[in-house]
């Protein structure tokens, strides 16, 4: 029958004081959410990009870059190879994505073509695993040179992989910033889309997210004179790179090894500060175990000569190497300002790139624009509200008045499991709460016409009202299950104000079925126990 015991009705009751303590915060003012105690629940709902301003990057990865970085790997690869067998070669050029092996002697030409074959890697893809495609492709020009070239599906793949590394590097770069909910997502098979709420320099952004910051420690080579390297003679495994400038800029021109002793990938941890003598900004870093390990030996057997410490293939600084430097901690310095130097600590925490990204499209949300939708979005929530419950308390009277407590704790229900989880609300995510009031009360619906049905078909009031909870019940689950698994669908194939409609579609299908078979049959409970009806109200 009707009987909802003490402590039941205790539960319901403290359920819906929680709802509204986590929610409180939502509608207070900073200056009392700031003088709460440190206990007290103070988390708000993160508005979107859409609602509070913001900036927006558009960011696709530099495929050519990535390509031609992995060509040039790759005759490094080659040349070692063919060192490691003892296989004379007169020249081993790059052409385009292909690297070219000449051999002295012909007779060489197919063991050089097995220890390229070696370099062949397998294509897999997170679906099906292995494709059976390899990533290069060895072949034959002429009676002496073997070729080794990248094949296209090696490429894609090279990019695919790109630009899952790079969202985790992008997404911790802009958590270093400090900001809020940021949204980073994949757009396409190259793209990735940064939107970033409440931050409103998007010249900063770009700056973060431009570099590479693929730093490497290199030795310089001093035998090369630098007249002769100017005139494009190097040799084999060096290139000329400018320190504190580009050429242009009145960099001085030193000859680096290609090959890192050691690179960023070590580092533990890079914080922005400040030298003891000059006052000037450095960074300051630190290695892991093995990036210390190797750094103490490559000093320590390189005593009095240079090495460089170069970012994105700029030398920052090139100094000599004094004495063993055996805890695995130092200083870059290189004319940094106090803004520079901390950019470049965040970017060395957060990793390299592996290939840049280029700004493909750039968007400003201004606060205004922001506060426009707010307005319009909680008018249109307002003007939802008021017709549901017009019409509910016109339709079912007493009854509908309780659809309509259960409707106002369900839209705080939402507010509040927005608030704990720290969601992102969209003006979509409006959209999702106007409709979510709309799906609360047709379950009320459901309920209450059953009710009638059962009533009139001769049953007593109460047992009309026990079998409209009890029969309703079934198809309200059934209706919300098959809502639920739209939205989850959503969430999962969605990206960005999708995703944010899908969250708070999914909230509100789950207060759904609390307040609206629960708590209503809580108050028609106590209703019906003290005014004991014998007609139906409605």
Known sequence: MLHFSFWKTAAVLALCALGVLFALPNV????????????????????????????????????????????????????????????????????????????????????????LRTLAQPITNTVFGATGQLDLEVGQRGANVATVSMTDAGVQARIRQAVDQSLEVVRR?????????????????????????????????????????????????????????????????????????????????LVIERRAIISGDELTDAQPGFEQNTREPVVSFRFNNRGAQAFADVTRQNVGKRFAIVLDDKVISAPTIREVIPNGQGQISGSFTVQSAND????????????????????????????????????????????????????????????????????????????LLGATLTLPGIAGIVLTIGTAVDSNVLIYERIREEFRAGRSMVSAIEAGFKHAFAVIVDSNSTMGIAALILFALGSGPVRGFAV???LGILTTVITAVTMTRMMIALWYRRTRPTTMPF
Do not use: C
């Open 344 to 419: 470049l600590a965040v970017l060395l925490r957060a990793g390299a790139l592996p290939a840049p990204l280029n700004v493909i499209e750039e968007r400003v949300v201004g606060p205004g624009l922001g506060q426009d939708s707010i307005e319009a979005g909680t008018r249109a929530t307002w003007v939802a509200a008021v017709f549901v419950v017009i019409f509910m308390f016109a339709t079912y009277g007493v009854f509908g008045f309780f659809a309509n407590v259960a409707l106002t704790v369900h839209v705080v229900f939402i507010f509040a499991l927005m608030s």
């Open 504 to 506: 708070v579609f999914l």
């Open 28 to 115: 207070l003012p900073q200056s009392v959410r700031d003088a709460y105690p440190s206990w007290f629940p103070a988390r708000t709902i993160v508005l979107g990009l859409d609602l509070q301003g913001g900036s927006q990057l558009l960011l696709e990865v530099d495929g050519e870059a990535l390509t031609r970085s992995r060509a040039v790997a790759l005759q490094e690869d080659v040349r070692r190879q063919m060192r490691e067998a003892r296989i004379g070669t007169s020249e081993i050029r790059l052409d385009g994505r292909a690297v070219s092996v000449t051999v002295r002697d012909a007779a060489d030409l197919a063991k050089a073509q097995e220890r």
């Open 173 to 253: 770069r802009v958590d270093q910033l400090g900001t809020v909910e940021p949204s980073i997502q994949r757009q396409g098979a190259n793209r990735i889309l940064v939107q970033v709420p409440g931050l409103g320099d998007p010249e900063h952004l770009k700056r973060i997210l431009g570099q590479t910051a693929k730093l490497e420690f290199r030795l310089v080579s001093e035998d090369t004179p630098i007249e002769q390297a100017l005139q494009g003679a190097l040799p084999a495994g060096t290139e000329l790179l400018y320190e504190g400038g580009s050429a242009e800029q009145g960099g001085r021109p």
